[in-house]
């Protein structure tokens, strides 16, 4: 599939038509790529957009007016061409119509609209979705970027925390082996603005914060230094996920999170599910930076 580039003074982009994934994101100041390799033998992905479904869907389905449709984790967008909109040196957009293919998974008139937009050091990803159809239409939205950690040969992944903006009392939410949301929490940061990466961090799973008060959080090395910046207001959670042994940490913003084990087939049940009526719009954004 082909691949878009976007280039200022500071960054440069890779862009896959295929699920407008961003592929690279490399910082022409010290030459260090950001975007996770996508090494097949950890995870075969770089940055995949999630929608219309945020996670895994209960026995892999869901229900719309009584009628079952086949649904796979994060939705069927990653695995979906994208046409071109507009395109400069600085920016792009990208779009996914519903089509045959979505329809037997999600019985809804839509446009699905991905920006990128450089400015500075900054990369501003950006949604819009319309539904142009003539019912009420469910979504959820979220991404998945997987940052390469350490930023440079001679660290460590242990090197490394997660700050937030402000000092986080928080529970995380636990995943059954099907991905599901078990009903249960454990207690994960109490007061307290940080937390180190390490590679059995994530040995259950993703740490998954609900309704999370942050908007903003860094990748840095403890010591001081390179931060990478996501800010996600927008966005009420945020998952924070990586496959045991990767070098890479994917900051996660979602409207939305997966089934319940226990949730009702309706699709309208959803964890915040946004209900789009005919002919309106829905928009949100998140931004990377990369602060030197």
């Known amino acids: 599939m082909k691949n878009l580039t976007l280039e200022n003074d500071h960054l440069n982009v890779k862009i896959s038509?295929?699920?407008?994934?961003?592929?690279?994101?490399?910082?022409?100041?010290d030459g260090v790529e950001h975007i996770w390799e996508a090494d097949p033998k950890f995870w075969p992905r770089h940055a995949p957009i999630l929608f219309p479904c945020v996670g895994e869907s209960k026995?892999?389905?869901?229900?719309?007016?009584?009628?079952?449709?086949?649904?796979?984790?994060h939705g069927f967008?990653?695995?979906?061409?994208?046409?071109?909109?507009?395109q400069t040196k600085e920016s792009v957009v990208l779009e996914l119509k519903s089509n045959v293919?979505?329809?037997?998974?999600?019985?809804?008139?839509?446009?699905?609209?991905?920006?990128?937009?450089?400015?500075?050091?900054?990369?501003?990803?950006s949604f819009e979705?319309?539904?142009?159809?003539?019912?009420?239409?469910?979504?959820?939205?979220?991404?998945?970027?997987?940052?390469s950690v350490p930023f440079n040969k001679n660290e460590a992944y242990a090197d490394y925390e997660i700050q937030f903006d402000s000092p986080q009392t928080l529970k995380r939410h636990l995943l059954t082996d099907e991905?599901?949301?078990?009903?249960?929490?454990?207690?994960?940061?109490?007061?307290?603005?940080?937390?180190?990466?390490?590679?059995?961090?994530?040995?259950?799973?993703?740490?998954?914060?609900?309704?999370?008060?942050?908007?903003?959080?860094?990748?840095?090395?403890?010591?001081?230094?390179?931060?990478?910046?996501v800010d996600y207001e927008g966005f009420p959670h945020l998952g924070i996920w990586s496959i045991p042994g990767a070098d890479y940490v994917c900051i996660e913003p979602w409207i939305g999170c997966a089934d319940m084990a226990n949730q009702p087939p309706d699709f309208k049940q959803k964890?915040?599910?946004?209900?789009?009526?005919?002919?309106?719009?829905?928009?949100?954004?998140?931004?990377?930076?990369?602060?030197v």
């Open 17 to 29: 038509v295929l699920g407008a994934e961003l592929r690279g994101l490399l910082d022409k100041r």
């Open 77 to 86: 967008a990653r695995h979906e061409a994208f046409s071109i909109i507009t």
């Open 271 to 291: 964890d915040s599910l946004i209900m789009l009526p005919a002919g309106e719009s829905f928009a949100s954004c998140f931004t990377i930076s990369l602060e």
């Open 59 to 73: 026995d892999g389905k869901i229900n719309v007016d009584d009628q079952d449709y086949q649904m796979g984790r």
């Open 179 to 229: 991905g599901l949301y078990s009903g249960e929490t454990r207690a994960f940061l109490d007061n307290e603005s940080s937390f180190g990466l390490y590679y059995d961090l994530f040995a259950e799973d993703a740490l998954v914060f609900k309704n999370i008060p942050s908007k903003q959080v860094w990748i840095q090395h403890k010591n001081g230094g390179k931060r990478l910046q």
């Open 101 to 125: 293919r979505t329809r037997v998974h999600f019985p809804f008139e839509f446009s699905f609209r991905v920006g990128y937009q450089l400015a500075g050091e900054k990369l501003i990803q």
């Open 129 to 147: 979705v319309v539904n142009t159809g003539s019912a009420e239409m469910g979504f959820q939205l979220g991404g998945h970027p997987a940052f």
